[in-house]
């Protein structure tokens, strides 16, 4: 009987490390119904967020939120370091500065943002307002159907 108690626990603990959670690393990550960017967004989930890790692809992984919710996010929006907002700080707990989190809610990787402040020229007054624009899902559906856009396998 003890050894068969024994067996159980070791399988459960096992199973626990094998489960693969990730964190949040962007303002907010869009999940999607596949894994594609052109996919249907099927909910969003917080900056710092945990989420469990249920299938990997080139690029992609398909997680479960905290809240049961599951979908596509891009490998870019997530990451394995442990994150904590702190209120007025400078940098983020466990190693992500503010810097970093910016960046990686814009897209930018340091390489790509050296280029952009080598330019002194550039005028990013555009970019900054566009950052505050907020996309209707159903109006970006729309655009790419009128555009006779279609993700890979042909459904959002």
């Known amino acids: 009987m003890k050894r068969l108690w024994i067996g159980?626990?070791?399988?459960?603990?096992?199973?626990?490390?094998?489960?693969?959670?990730?964190n949040v690393q962007v303002r907010q990550a869009v999940l999607r119904a596949s894994p594609s960017m052109l996919a249907a967004p099927v909910g969003?989930?917080?900056?710092?967020?945990t989420v469990r890790v249920?299938?990997?692809r080139p690029g992609w992984v398909r997680v479960r939120a905290t809240g049961g919710m599951?979908?596509?996010?891009h490998e870019s929006a997530v990451t394995r370091r442990s994150l904590t907002l702190q209120a007025g700080a400078e940098t983020v707990a466990a190693g992500?500065?503010?810097?970093?989190?910016?960046?990686?809610?814009?897209?930018?990787?340091?390489?790509?943002?050296r280029v952009y402040r080598q330019e002194a020229s550039a005028d990013y007054t555009w970019v900054d307002r566009m950052e505050q624009w907020a996309l209707n899902p159903a109006q970006l559906a729309a655009?790419?159907?009128?555009?006779?856009?279609?993700p890979q396998g042909g459904t959002r």
């Open 96 to 113: 992500a500065s503010a810097r970093e989190v910016a960046l990686a809610g814009k897209g930018f990787s340091e390489e790509v943002e």
């Open 54 to 56: 249920e299938e990997r």
């Open 8 to 22: 159980c626990m070791l399988l459960l603990v096992a199973a626990t490390a094998r489960a693969e959670t990730l």
């Open 44 to 49: 969003q989930i917080g900056y710092a967020e």
């Open 70 to 73: 599951t979908g596509w996010l």
């Open 143 to 150: 655009f790419l159907d009128e555009g006779g856009v279609r």
